[in-house]
């Protein structure tokens, strides 16, 4: 059993200390110098992409360790931004006297009960899935967990009647901005003299959490369960031979993984104070697939580069369809949406025969494929 | 009475849509273990060649049913080299890497499968003309049109084929041999290219037929039809068990029931609590029942019959 | 490992090359209006045709000449997709928001506009939906946010009265099709119906991305109602009203301005005939540039109006209405006169109650007679609390 965990925290340590300095430097002031160079909006795109960091880095627990294909997951995404969004916004108390009798002064969640409390309702969706699946292989698994994404995202669409619970389609409105203490995020705050706008400080709620929720998963690849659930990855039949219990650490891994989708989804409706299913649509679980294969499964750096890069490169087409193509061709021969969808999909496929592990795979997964290529040939 | 014969020939003829669509699903799984995500983009891929060339043929006062037999000559073979390209490109590379990297270039192909055809046909959705008669034919107060008929008819008559070109045929055996071992296969002088190609061929064959089908069942075709339609015949693959032909017939129908049957009574039974916004829900929960109880399919287990 | 650093510094290099160009465009006299509408996805058609509008809108502008305290401004059009995604609308909308765009014609989703109000609030920019229906956008307590399209909770009731009054019908059966608009307009309806003592026999649904309702309208034909109401848009209508009549359904049919399109008529075929549906505003050939405003559309773009190209098109000269009169480009000052706004647009007469709503302007009843939307009625929703 190779020890891929092992091998970064080496390497963080072998690093000297003003490296990690360094990194540590150039995450905070990245937000400034993204926002002075080219405008807040890539401020909003780099928030966006922290979130699917922590999406991805979920479902990589799911997918790429435990290699249970899941393409549901953003349903553990929308419990935790629906929890959010009905413990922190007048829709309950407008729809339910007896809760508006409850709480005189309004729903207004505090974030260190909201985000642990959408981690563990969302586990316990996971398991909620988990249970029935558990003899299911590969791609009865994969069309299961579809189908558990949609059922998740069809409750939340039409739980409006006969009593209003999710309001529906067209979402719930008015939901409370994160605060932490007495510092709201939701508005320019003035610290220590410097004017630090809403968007970077959910820059730096939402790095704090993925740094965290890293560590995580650094540990937990490097754990007894870690291994446990890279046993049953390479064969389960083994894996249950050598004694691990399979059924309890495979639940553990959609509970796991389920919590992080959570805890992303009470930020999201924090961040965006609106939520509504069309955030939670099969399209969105797919994608977050495609960043953990992407960028290589079960690696996080991998998985990391997988997010940024697919939350960045429509952003990125998106600025550039259309001066590109002034430039090539004095005038816009496509229109750019258009372009914008053609040149993701030639990403996804290029990418995928170029480096069919992932653009940064783990070693060992490389070499396992570069053997078997050497097999086949 | 009326009400429940009618729920009966929605759901029988839905089903037999998602059946044809899932023959092309259920072949590849058979042979390659492959989810060829992007067949359902070949099916509207079909539905739209075969409208652009029933529009090119709009003036020249050929019968209808002509016009649509020239638009599918146009359209299957397009689709078919489509089909067999799409696999050349995307999934052959492939074929020994990482289980999921083929999903995601299938995905990739089906977005640009997409909007390729946004840039020729644009994003509306098109009115399909009515290529057959459109007189419904009356069964003890129920309503069954032609272009019902005809999809019902041609479902069965493609399982027939397929059955007896697996069953009976040098490719068929081919195809047999390689979904048990392509290794083997190879070494007792199969090509198993030509097989996967042939496969390929085929079911996107099957696809472009289908599309033009429901193109003209619900008179509409758009670039984004595909999608949808795939999940649900993929579903349906799954159900009856995938790899395996009867499994997807078998699984379309059950499908295609539960759907009419489901938004047509569930609402009525639980008194409006849950209604035919629950279709999916109804569907997706009989395929987790099923695929507790028969963790492969409804007929997955009888390898034998493996396309 | 050598792709990936090629592959970042391309990367890098062609934000820089799309930043650097986009301040070079910019010059002083050159004044931006935003839009943001899914101009990609399964809504992208109706995306596409109110980019549509209100790029005919700014290009009319311009041929006109407008000048604005003095002085002679070209109006620039400054186009987003927010792929009908609530996370991708709020970047969007910061996008316009660096772009410095003036004010903004957007988004269409309740979804997208809803999330996009914060970010031009915050930064004091006026935004005008043209196709977001909840009666919730304008409700934030925002000062920002306005509508040139009637919101649910208007047109709703002004359907409801038709049905109730006019075509005096006892039974009615409801569908909706699970977004935003439709549960929104088909709750409204519903509620209205029922008030007037109508029995709503069946309430069934659907999705926007369905083509096949042989189940439940098997289920609605066996209720046998007097109409059938659908809340949703005409990519639905269309085949729906195809298959109603194929399945011998002989309710009358009935939507909102999501239905009253070209386009139903085209998918709908010879079934169209007997149609019903409403949309804001005065008939368009009893306003001023309603006519000539669909054959200008036509000419320029070379399609028919899909649905809210008129509703994009004022919008832009409602704005530049505004600027005219506070004689200046500055986002606050188009704020205090665009509520002040009395226009007569293509739409009909535009004019903003407190909320930013329009104000209850008339609803036209439309029927399709012979391959035609024809106007039958014109129906005042403050009077028109059903009897």
Redesign the interface.
Known sequence: MGQPGKNIMIQINKKPWWGVVLVAVALAVLPFITGAAFGPAWVRVLDFALLYVLLSLGLNIVVGYAGLLDLGYVAFYAVGAYLYALASSPHLIQNFPAIAALFPAGLHGPIWLLLPAGALLAGVFGVLLGAPTLRLRGDYLAIVTLGFGEIVRIFMNNLYRPVNITNGAQGITQIDGIHIGSLALDRTQNILGLAVPSLHLYYYLFLALVLLIIVVSVRLEDSRIGRAWVAIREDEVAAKACGINTRNVKLLAFAMGASFGGVAGGLFAGFQQFVSPESFQLIDSIMILAMVVLGGMGHIPGVILGSLLLTGLPELFRYSATPVQQMLFGKVLIDPETLRMLLFGLTLVVVMLYRPAGLWPEKRRSRELEQKRGEAA | M??LL??II??I??GAVYALVALGYTMV?GILGL?NFAHGEVVMVGAMVTLAVIKLLAGTGLPLVVQLLIGLAVSIPACMALGAGIER??YR?????????????A??????L???V??VW????H?YP?LLP?T?FDLAGA?I?PAQVAIIFFSALVMAGLLWLVHHTRLGRAMRATAENPVVARLMGVNVNHVVTMTFAIGSALGAVAGVL?SIN???A?Y??G??LG?KA??AA?LGG?GNLGGAMVGGLLLGLI???G??YV?DLTG??F???????F???V??VV??FR???LLGERVAERA | MKFLPVLLSAAAALVLSSCGKQETTSSSDTVKIGMAAPLTGSQSHIGQDIKNGTLLGVEDLNAQGIEIGGKKVKFELVAEDDEANPAKATTVAQKLVDAKVVAVVGHFNSGASIPASKVYADAGIPQISPGSTNPRYTQQGYATTFRVVANDDQQGPACASYAVNNLKVKTVAIIDDSTSYGQGLATAFENAVKAAGVEVVAHEHTTDKDTDFAAILTNVKGKRPDLLFFGGIDTQGGPMVKQMKALGITAKFMGGDGIQTPNLLALAGDAADGVIASIPGLPKDKMPGGVAFLDKFKKRFNADVELFAPMGYDAVFVLAEAMKRAGSTESAKILAELKKTDYKGVIGPIQFDDKGDLKNGPITINLVQGGKWQPVDTVVPTTAAVK
């Not at chain 2, 995905?107 to 640009?112: F, L």
């Open positions: 009326e009400t009618q729920q929605n759901g003829v839905l799984y989810i490109v995307a590379p492939l074929r020994n890497a990482p289980r999921l990297a083929p999903l995601i270039t995905i990739g192909v089906s977005i640009i997409q909007y390729l946004v840039l644009g994003r509306t959705y009115p009515e459109t419904p309503r049109s429901v619900y008179s509409v758009h984004q039809m999608f949808i999940l993929f579903t799954v995938i759907e009419a049957l938004s047509g609402g409006g609590l209604g035919s916004n629950y279709r999916d829900v569907a997706f929960l395929l987790i695929l507790i963790p492969s399919g």
